[in-house]
């Protein structure tokens, strides 16, 4: 196929389609590995809705990182349709593998039942609901047998709705909760109940619940319970098949809590019970003795004596009896140990010392374990098993590395961008050179055809042309030394600003572009900016800004400011010493003062509660409050000190006056309230009678 996605992925065939999403496997072209890509399918590109939840959805399940879940590389948005980049896995799906072989080895089926939740229990800690686990959805490696899980978080984004207008199911609706069934709210332990699905098909090849129609099936997983697992496989533990019905369980708050239960309850659930009875060895019968002739008939010829063969048979029989006692007497369970983070050796070791087999399940990369260490295990450390049960182990291979590329005679920012690609980091290095470009990779640290792990800093080596130099630091250097340095150089210095500074001398250079240390070539004009000293400088007008900008004033002067009355940086200064157009001296203080304040608020009118409430949003305190009698005023503020609209300073308290039927009337006369008004000539009392 010549189909492309973008100018990177080149399609080469089409691995299936779904009603949400077609899955194409590709080649990588810029780092030439093989992926997948899952494009949403025409009817979901063409609802707006259900095309966003798919972004948001997939950029939600990008960051999940863990051995049994498909990688998603990268999520292309703006493309027409967007689309997803995967891992690419080489195998089949576990539900072509279950109609392939049929049911699986219990063994085999509690070890990817132990893989499947653990991809699970990931994706619950980072907040992602799979709401679509099936078989199909189960995809099986087929170098090492590893499961891994894929499209998490993209049923959710295509399937909000549980059954589509014209009644398809969307979704796998074979391993539907009851909850999804009835467009209920999910959680994490409806995927758990799709897991018990799961895990019946894999221990007895079938699903909990068939039907002809999807909606019969989905009332089936509402309102019926399942066919016992033990009645299809008698074989099944009662421990195994207690897991799988606790899972599917119709109320979610009768099922497990999460996915790490699950899997400690399935680690335990093949472990041999302790028999209360022991076969007992076989005991042979005693041998017939042998007749003697008499002792007066003539002596006959000696014949074989049936010894050898009676102590040979004697022998047999007791081989027998303890082969026998050994084999049918039961083993007592043992502890698995734990071996993650041991060495393939120290853990070979410690399973034979308890009877147990060791047995590689598979291997991969790992950034912070050595090669050949325990990254999992199954069955769990601290389960009780049978003596000679096998435990698998998944191995570290050490950091994924990467072979280096050949940068040179790349420009830097194409070798950049190839580092970035392969996820190492390009640390550079200019060098003058006669005969490579400026700006070009002209060597490369580790070489070209090195494998280093992920994250390794590429020293990358670039030329710099011919006849460039350092910059040497001229800060601090007399003006005509900094001079004559660069002329050395064969650069020229120009003087960009005189500058009056109180901390540093007269013709002192303060500030130089370019920076000490850049290479520059000959000719390179460089601007300094000199200190002009205290020579003619005097104090600025501070009076009227804010603080903030009269403290960048000051100091930029090289001088010492000091702010007295506590203000904010937006208050304004008001006074300052010395005044403006005084000549500054060696040593200067520059003091400055600010005066913050507030404006009395009008709460004339209000209930008390709502008084306080705005005079202390005015940065003000509430003061004495008086009850007097005001006819028809109850709780009601009558009068304020200060009055409202003064200046006054933050915390200032105000008095109030507030209306109380049950306040004495003084001289028995009922009193008056003059009204308070900010903009009046004269100045009432608060509460005058």
Request: include cysteine; proline fraction near 10%; hydrophobic fraction near 40%.
């Amino acid at each position: 196929m010549s189909e492309r996605f973008g100018e990177r992925y080149e399609v080469l065939e089409v691995l299936g389609e779904g009603g949400m999403s077609r899955v194409y496997r590709a080649q990588d072209t810029r780092l030439g590995r093989e992926v997948a890509i899952k494009v949403p399918v025409r009817p979901v590109v063409e609802d707006p809705e259900a095309l966003e939840r798919f972004r948001r959805e997939a950029r939600a399940a990008a960051p999940l990182t863990h051995p049994n879940i498909v990688t998603i590389y990268d999520f292309v948005d703006d493309a027409e349709p967007p689309y997803l980049v995967l891992e690419s896995i080489r195998g089949e799906d576990l539900r072509k593998y279950l109609d392939r072989l049929g049911p699986l080895d219990l063994d085999q089926a509690v070890a990817y039942g132990q893989q499947i939740l653990s991809a699970l229990g990931h994706a619950h800690e980072h907040g992602i609901i799979h709401r679509d686990l099936s078989a199909r959805n189960v995809l099986l490696e087929g170098h090492s047998g590893v499961a891994r899980v894929t499209d998490f978080g993209i049923a959710r984004a295509l399937g909000d709705r549980t059954l589509t207008p014209d009644g398809q199911m969307v979704g796998s609706v074979g391993y539907l909760s009851p909850e999804q069934a009835q467009g209920e709210p999910v959680d994490a332990r409806s995927d758990l109940y799709s897991f018990g699905c799961l895990l019946y098909q894999m221990v007895t090849g079938r699903l909990p619940f068939t039907a002809d129609n999807p909606v019969k099936m989905a009332l089936q997983h509402v309102r019926e319970q399942p066919e016992p697992p033990s009645r299809i496989r008698p074989d099944l533990p009662e421990a195994l098949e207690a897991v799988i019905l606790r899972c599917l369980q119709k109320n979610p708050e009768q099922r497990y809590s999460s996915a790490r239960e699950v899997s400690h309850a399935l680690g335990t659930s093949l472990a041999a019970p302790v028999e209360k009875t022991r076969v007992r060895a076989v005991i042979p019968p005693p041998a017939t003795p042998v007749e003697r002739p008499p002792l007066a008939a003539p002596p006959p010829r000696p014949a074989p004596t049936p010894w050898p063969r009676v102590v040979v048979g004697l022998a047999l029989v007791g081989l027998l009896a303890f082969l026998l006692a050994f084999f049918m007497t039961p083993r007592e369970p043992v502890e698995v140990p734990k071996l993650v983070g041991l060495t393939m050796e120290q853990a070979t070791v410690a399973l034979e010392r308890v009877g147990l087999k060791f047995q590689i399940q598979s291997q991969q990369t790992s950034s912070t374990a050595a090669p050949n260490t325990v990254l999992s295990q199954v069955p769990a450390g601290g389960t009780r098993v049978a003596r000679g049960s096998t435990v698998s182990v998944v191995l570290s291979q050490g950091p994924l590395t990467v072979q280096l590329p050949d940068l040179r005679g790349l420009t830097v920012s194409r070798a950049q961008d190839e580092l970035r690609n392969l996820r190492l980091t390009g640390k550079i290095r200019e060098e003058p050179d006669d005969e490579v470009p400026v700006g070009v990779v002209k060597a490369q640290d580790p070489q070209p055809g090195a494998r280093v792990t992920l994250d390794t800093t590429i020293e990358l080596v670039v030329s710099q042309g011919a006849g460039q130099a350092l910059l040497p630091q001229l800060i601090g250097l007399k003006l005509e030394e900094a001079r004559r340095r660069l002329e050395e150089l064969g650069m020229v210095l120009v003087v960009a600003e005189y500058r009056h500074d109180a901390s540093v001398d007269e013709d002192i250079v303060l500030e130089q572009n370019p920076s000490a240390g850049t290479q520059a070539r000959k000719g390179r004009r460089v601007r300094v900016v000199v200190s002009k000293g205290l020579a003619g400088m005097s104090v600025p007008e501070l009076e009227g800004k804010s603080v903030a900008e009269v403290r960048k004033i000051v100091e930029g002067l090289g001088l010492e400011l000091r702010v007295e009355g506590g203000g904010k940086a937006d208050d304004p200064v008001v006074m300052q010493e010395p005044p403006a157009g005084d000549p500054v001296k060696e040593g200067m203080v520059v003091t400055v003062r600010t005066t913050p304040s507030a404006i009395v608020p009008v709460v004339q009118g209000l209930g008390e509660p709502e008084a306080r409430t705005r005079i202390r949003a005015a940065g003000l305190t509430v003061g004495d409050v008086i009850p007097v009698y005001v006819e028809g005023s109850t709780g009601e503020v009558v009068g304020q000190e200060p009055l409202p609209g003064i200046e006054v300073a933050p915390g200032t308290q105000v008095i109030l006056y507030v209306g109380d039927p049950n306040a004495p009337t003084p001289s028995g006369a009922e009193p008056t309230v003059t009204p308070v008004l900010p903009d009046t000539d004269e100045t009432p009392a608060p509460w005058v009678e």
